[in-house]
């Protein structure tokens, strides 16, 4: 097959390409023709010192460097596949202490930690409260009347509050939460005019917040997930710091993925209003599986090759960096029966929305599945007439498939 010509210097981590749209065609045309491609970077424009990254665009592929950890590391450069130009290398390597960029043996156990509060149990535990708190956010949103941002006012809500729930944060705090994850991540997007120091200063805020908590549990252990990850170091728990950075982790894997896989989701149904009549008449099971495979919130993550291997046909040497995207996978035909199509009674659905399987597959899938089956449910419930007014303003981002606003009415 030949080559696919992609335009001179086209990079799929360039922010300025996924603030406009996931450039899909593309990856399929890669997915197609040439599936593990080279793509060059000149300068330093990701942070790396280094001459690009290999793009891997299929989905079983993506799955094999997923779940082959001893051949692609996460710690060597960071899960994170683009940072920006002005980065320095050691606070790069400062995010190791973050589960996302470890490796086995040290992630397997730290995860087996951080997984008891991620039980089946732990889960059902928390749905009737977040049911009511999912049913109150619609309905102060319907009460206030009027035109809305569903971003802000419904999606962004219930994954804060959920991650409050769970860890114990009293829920005026949310906003802080909300604020500091924000600018985490935020530091592509001018519009934020976000710098590396003050995303680096939100960081340390998130973790010295959870740090607090953690040593008041320590000092007056309660009924809640913080108590049972630090209370007891010595018997195999996280100290401190440990859980600190956990709770970074959860400001971004569970607030801002789950926020932005809600607000696809609602701008799908509102785009595919036979699909958000069959939602509203049949409520399938299966539609935040969907939702979460059409909206892909993590465009891409990236591993490092530990030694010469092949992949899809191409060395891969040593050093360099993979680029795992996501959501090409997500739109595999070797896969998927029409994977353009919007389908929330999709089954089955093998996406790789919530990683490529192996060992950093999404701790918090069951979390997030809940609470997009709960907001959408009451979104049917109390506001099943509502309409886009505006196009989806997207977020200026290397990695995050971002929207930062919706503008809706409802009925």
């Given at each position: 097959m030949p080559c696919p010509a992609l335009p001179d210097g086209f990079d799929f981590t360039d922010p300025d390409l996924l603030q406009h749209r996931v450039p899909l065609p593309e990856l399929a045309e890669l997915r197609r023709a040439e599936p593990v491609r080279w793509i060059p970077q000149?300068?330093?424009?990701?942070?790396?010192?280094?001459?690009?990254?290999?793009?891997?665009?299929?989905?079983?592929?993506?799955r094999y460097v997923s779940t082959h950890p001893e051949l692609f590391s996460s710690t060597l450069n960071t899960a994170i596949i683009r940072f920006n130009e002005h980065i320095r290398r050691d606070s790069i390597d400062a995010q190791r202490l973050i589960m996302l960029n470890m490796d086995p043996p040290e992630h397997t156990r730290v995860r087996q930690i951080v997984q008891r509060g991620f039980t089946p149990r732990s889960i059902r535990a928390l749905e009737e409260r977040l049911r009511a708190r999912a049913t109150a956010i619609?309905?102060?949103?319907?009460?206030?009347?009027?035109?809305?941002?569903?971003?802000?006012?419904v999606a962004c809500e219930l994954p804060l509050q959920a991650i409050a729930e769970l860890i114990g944060i009293p829920q005026?705090?949310?906003?802080?939460?909300?604020?500091?994850?924000?600018?985490?991540?935020?530091?592509?997007?001018?519009e934020y005019a976000v710098t590396e120091e003050v995303?680096?200063?939100?960081?340390?805020?998130?973790?010295a917040y959870a740090m607090n908590?953690?040593?008041e549990r320590k000092q007056c252990p309660a009924h809640d997930i913080v108590s049972t990850l630090v209370a007891a170091e010595d018997e195999g728990n996280l100290n401190s710091d440990e859980f600190g950075f956990f709770v970074l982790m959860l400001a971004v894997a569970g607030n801002e993925t789950t926020r932005n896989a809600i607000t696809h989701g609602m701008h799908a149904f509102l785009t595919h209003p036979e699909q958000w009549e069959l939602y509203k008449r049949e409520r399938p099971a299966t539609a935040a599986e969907e939702?979460?495979?059409?909206?892909?919130?993590?465009?891409?993550?990236?591993?490092?090759?530990t030694q010469d291997t092949e992949l899809g046909g191409k060395l891969i040497r040593k050093g360099d960096r993979v680029g795992?995207?996501?959501?090409?996978?997500?739109?595999?035909?070797?896969?998927?029966?029409?994977?353009?199509?919007?389908?929330?009674?999709?089954?089955?659905?093998?996406?790789?929305?919530?990683?490529?399987?192996?060992?950093?597959?999404?701790?918090?899938?069951?979390?997030?599945?809940?609470?997009?089956?709960?907001?959408?449910?009451?979104?049917?419930?109390?506001?099943?007439?509502?309409?886009?007014?505006?196009?989806?303003?997207r977020l200026r981002s290397a990695w995050i498939n971002g929207v930062k606003e919706l503008r809706v009415g409802a009925e």
């Open positions: 000149s300068g330093n424009v990701a942070g790396f010192q280094d001459e690009g990254y290999w793009a891997v665009t299929r989905h079983a592929d993506v619609v309905a102060e949103v319907r009460e206030a009347g009027g035109p809305f941002d569903f971003v802000t006012s005026d705090d949310r906003t802080k939460i909300f604020d500091w994850s924000n600018k985490m991540i935020a530091y592509d997007d001018p995303g680096a200063q939100s960081a340390a805020e998130i973790i908590m953690a040593a939702i979460v495979r059409w909206a892909t919130p993590v465009f891409a993550f990236q591993r490092t090759a795992l995207f996501y959501a090409s996978a997500n739109h595999d035909p070797e896969v998927f029966d029409r994977p353009d199509e919007f389908d929330v009674t999709r089954d089955p659905n093998p996406h790789l929305g919530f990683g490529g399987g192996g060992p950093h597959f999404c701790l918090g899938k069951s979390l997030a599945v809940l609470e997009i089956d709960l907001i959408f449910n009451a979104v049917a419930d109390a506001m099943p007439g509502l309409r886009l007014l505006e196009d989806p303003r």
